[in-house]
T-cell receptor, first 113, second 112 residues
Framework: KAGVTQTPRYLIKTRGQQVTLSCSPISGHRSVSWYQQTPGQGLQFLFE???????NKGNFPGRFSGRQFSNSRSEMNVSTLELGDSALYLC????????????FGPGTRLLVL | SQQGEEDPQALSIQEGENATMNCSYK?????LQWYRQNSGRGLVHLIL???NEREKHSGRLRVTLDTSKKSSSLLITASRAADTASYFCATDPMDSNYQLIWGAGTKLIIKP
């Protein structure tokens, strides 16, 4: 099976712009979780989706949003970018629940200038 | 919120030695997982241990879980240069809501 794919892999934006990141889970996986990782930090949970429904959201401002499509593909959007949004954004898929073994994509590295 | 805390934050050993890293957590869990991350890439799942298990092996990896102390350890035997990575523990708390709770990781460096 193909692994989790994320696009784009690298992105440079300027403050105030918005960005959309995409994640395609492993075929058959219905849960998609998103994380933000900054240098030297662990993973900060953004949100988890299952069957097009957001089941949980982390402690991030409303500028961070996401959605999941009927084919389980997911997107996350960050509006009004700030310098502090520069990070590695990771997507992970699992079969049903976000607490099961998660399979990660390679991440999208976002740099905000 | 960060439930897991890895210890040490960084570890540097010679190739061939064993590496041990620890994870402590705060609340009762369903399972605990260990992941590896190479140089800013995506994470790779290593092993999952359930709350009713005390020890689990996978190749050169040995994981123990002590629910009374709310702690787990990951032992990598006969380390190799390719084991250089950051290692994260993640817990599935019993009162969780569809998310794993992650620690900040242990950075392991294997010196040739």
């Amino acid at each position: 099976k193909a692994g989790v794919t994320q696009t784009p892999r690298y992105l440079i934006k300027t403050r105030g712009q918005q960005v959309t990141l995409s994640c395609s889970p492993i075929s058959g996986h219905r849960s998609v979780s998103w994380y933000q990782q900054t240098p030297g930090q662990g993973l900060q949970f953004l949100f988890e989706y299952f069957s097009e429904t957001q089941r949980n959201k982390g402690n991030f401002p409303g500028r961070f949003s996401g959605r999941q499509f009927s084919n389980s593909r997911s997107e996350m959007n960050v509006s009004t970018l700030e310098l502090g949004d520069s990070a590695l954004y990771l997507c992970a898929s699992s079969l049903v629940k976000g607490q099961e073994t998660q399979y990660f994509g390679p991440g999208t590295r976002l740099l905000v200038l | 919120s960060q439930q897991g805390e890895e210890d040490p934050q960084a570890l540097s050993i010679q190739e061939g030695e064993n590496a041990t890293m620890n994870c402590s957590y705060k609340t009762s869990i369903n399972n605990l997982q260990w992941y590896r991350q190479n140089s800013g890439r995506g994470l790779v799942h290593l092993i999952l241990i359930r709350s009713n298990e005390r020890e689990k092996h996978s190749g050169r990896l040995r994981v123990t879980l002590d629910t009374s102390k709310k702690s787990s350890s990951l032992l990598i035997t006969a380390s190799r240069a390719a084991d250089t990575a950051s290692y994260f523990c993640a817990t599935d708390p019993m009162d969780s809501n569809y998310q794993l709770i992650w620690g900040a990781g242990t950075k392991l460096i294997i010196k040739p």
